[in-house]
């Protein structure tokens, strides 16, 4: 079975300070991970992927993440945090077999950018 | 190149009524999810097709949601008789269907239905 979780429903950081979200996983299989981001009223947008290629995944708009097998994560990071950064985001895993691709989505976790 | 298009947006229902959605993928993605999103959490996999077969609708509570994409491409979510657990976000998402490590599922903005 497939699960993530996500540490923090809300996360709040200054404009052009660190991002950091946090996401660990549990699977059985090899997982292929994602985040997502969702603006309001609008639907999720694929910031990055990782397939089981380089661990280090860069993004759209500054983000990265590394996956982490030993400690089962896969953080999102950016930089400099800039105000069109607030959104929800959310990590999701999935274990593609036969013709089926599930995403198990976290709980998410709401970024604020303060001024 | 144009978006997964739902319809409509909001909706807003008594309970035991009855309601449907609609979701036109991106054309030539022969793969689409149809995902609920209750509010505080994150989205959940109803059911998935291919063309216009089920590979998956283990969680589909089929005792009164159903789905179909009876020519492949458009889709369309029922729920009959609606309850007030149903409340939630209903996302349509889209993929081509081909080689996981590129398999990128698209969403749309999604509908969002209040039961009361």
């Known amino acids: 079975a497939q699960s993530v979780t996500q540490l923090g429903s809300h996360v709040s950081v200054s404009e052009g300070a660190l991002v950091l979200l946090r996401c660990n996983y549990s699977?059985?299989?090899?997982?292929?991970l994602f985040w997502y981001v969702q603006y309001p009223n609008q639907g999720l947008q694929l910031l990055l992927k990782?397939?089981?290629?380089?661990?280090l995944v860069k993004g759209i708009n500054g983000f990265e993440a590394e996956f982490k097998k030993s400690e089962t994560s896969f953080h999102l990071t950016k930089p400099s945090a800039h105000m069109s950064d607030a959104a929800e985001y959310f990590c999701a895993v999935s274990a593609p077999r036969g013709g089926a691709n599930n995403l198990f989505f976290g709980t998410g976790t709401r970024l604020t950018v303060i001024p | 190149e144009a978006g997964v298009a739902q319809s409509p947006r909001y909706k807003i229902i008594e309970k035991r009524q009855s309601v449907a959605f609609w979701c036109n993928p991106i054309?030539?993605?022969?793969?689409l999810y149809w995902y609920q999103q209750i509010l505080g959490q994150g989205p959940k996999l109803l059911i998935q097709f291919q063309n216009n077969g089920v590979v998956d609708d283990s969680q589909l509570p089929k005792d009164r949601f159903s789905a179909e994409r009876l020519k492949g491409v458009d889709s369309t979510l029922k729920i009959q008789p609606a309850k007030l657990e149903d409340s939630a976000v209903y996302l349509c998402?889209?993929?081509?269907?081909?080689?996981?490590?590129?398999?990128?599922?698209?969403f749309g903005p999604g509908t969002r239905l209040t039961v009361l």
């Open positions: 998402a889209s993929s081509l269907g081909g080689g996981w490590d590129t398999d990128t599922q698209y």
């Open positions: 990782y397939t089981s290629a380089a661990t």
């Open positions: 054309s030539g993605h022969a793969t």
């Open positions: 699977s059985s299989v090899p997982p292929y």
